[in-house]
């Protein structure tokens, strides 16, 4: 079970459950009070546009990143991070799969220790 769990992986699979857990608690706290998400996000001033502009850029360039490098490393199913940043938080999805990609050159790592090539299996 912990095999390809490096600290940084860790530290990654940390700031995912941190991502969660703080972007659920505002949307909660925006259920309970039956708030507009989508309108709050838009009317809440400059400030707030501004931030939604920022994270938004960043969070396609990451699903970009992590369409490109999964395919690269093998990864499969990368697609389910993106659909999981719309039903819970990019905060949490990029941290994950960043976690993920972590371990899967771990492993890569590990089997060319053992055959004595590198990840695109030349020695």
Known sequence: MTRNWTPLAV??????VAGLVGTWTFNAIAIAERRDFVG???TSGPAVSSITTDLLVVAVAGGILIVVESRRLGMRFAWLYLVGAG???FAFTFPLWLA???RRLAALRAADAVDGTDAAGES
């Open 11 to 16: 530290v990654y699979l940390v700031a995912a």
């Open 40 to 42: 709050d996000l838009i």
């Open 87 to 89: 039903l819970t938080a």
């Open 100 to 102: 993920m990609r972590e």
